[in-house]
């Protein structure tokens, strides 16, 4: 999908070309994944989410999980944590590889993230996030942001930590229509990403049950927001970036994209990593042809990227 003249909106001062946006996804969005996504219409890139302990010890998780290039710009840069001195270390720590945006992680339901106080944990202490958003605004040169859930379990709270990312100086804040306890089930709240949108001056993205074209120009016209991110939805069709649902997805795209996503996935992570973590992809881009359950077990076995290409193309042709 080629990108508009002028910016759909601005995050501060950096302008956001187009209105579709891949979620963060944490075993998802990773480079290989993010930059196919990118190259076919998403607006801007986040990492993967980084834990702000992680990104001040002498792990090397960070800097895997935040490597970018710079046809990927703009850049966003998603860390979790729950102190707000630490965030803002991390972030400023961060900061000097140049992203061009900032993202706190206030909706990730894990339990193991969301019990700490991180993530969605986040929620229940606003005067918490009034105090973090304030450092990171005061202390950091590019734009901070924020990604929320409608809040922990029946205590929505969404709009008052709407209220204070923006009084707190935030840029943007998108929304995921579900709490804490609703996970991935049950429908998302479009009504109350609609009452963000209404309530907020800066941006607003809304997120959650976007799977084909149609969803981004219902969200969008429903909640008034100024973009879609679009998580679980891309996974098996990342096509929908280009404003194309994944019944029109033609064997020769599915077939190409399938070995670019493979050959970026080893020449990010190695012939052995990258084939093990490309299963994953495999498996949602080949659902929709109704693999026998041999085939799947086919597709998870351990290979050498050429012949677990080839057995894809093997499989794919039997299939379509």
């Given amino acids: ?94 900061q000097e590889l140049n992203p061009d945006i900032i993202d706190l992680n206030m909706g990730c339901p894990a ?4 019990d ?42 969404y709009k008052l930590i709407a209220r204070i990312v923006e009084e707190e100086g935030g840029s943007l804040i998108a929304v995921h229509g579900r709490t804490k306890e609703q996970r991935y089930a049950g429908d998302s709240d479009w009504d109350a990403i609609a009452e963000v949108k209404s309530l907020v001056k800066i941006p607003v993205l809304g997120s959650g049950d976007v799977r084909t074209v149609a969803d981004i120009h219902r969200l969008k016209a429903h909640a008034g927001v100024d973009g879609v991110m679009i998580g679980r939805g891309a996974i098996a069709n990342p096509w929908i970036f280009s404003r194309i649902d994944r019944d029109q997805v033609t064997p020769q795209m599915m077939q190409e994209l399938i070995h670019k996503h493979l050959a970026r996935c080893v020449e990010f992570y190695g012939d052995d990593d990258g084939s093990r973590l490309f299963r994953k992809y495999a498996v949602q881009y080949l659902l929709m042809h109704s693999l026998t359950r041999d085939e799947r077990k086919e597709i998870l076995k351990p290979r050498p990227s050429g012949e677990f290409a080839k057995m894809l193309e093997q499989i794919y042709a039997a299939t379509v």
């Fill in 1 to 94: 999908m080629t990108e508009s003249k002028t910016p759909n909106f601005h995050i501060r001062d950096v302008p956001i070309y187009g209105d579709t946006i891949l979620a963060p996804m944490d075993g998802y969005s990773d480079w290989p994944f993010r930059s196919l996504c990118r190259e076919l219409g998403s607006a801007m890139s986040y990492t993967e989410f980084v834990k702000v302990e992680k990104i001040l010890s002498r792990s090397k998780e960070p800097a895997k999980r935040l490597f970018f290039k710079e046809v990927e710009r703009p850049m966003t840069f998603q860390i979790y944590g729950d102190d707000p001195e630490l965030i803002l270390k991390a972030a400023l720590k961060i």
């Fill in 116 to 157: 700490r106080g991180a993530g969605v944990g986040m929620m229940p202490s606003p005067l918490r996030i009034a105090r973090t958003f304030r450092k990171l605004v005061k202390h950091l040169r590019v734009p901070v942001t924020g990604k929320i859930r409608l809040g922990w379990d029946r205590n929505k709270n």
């Fill in 111 to 114: 339990k193991t993230i969301a």
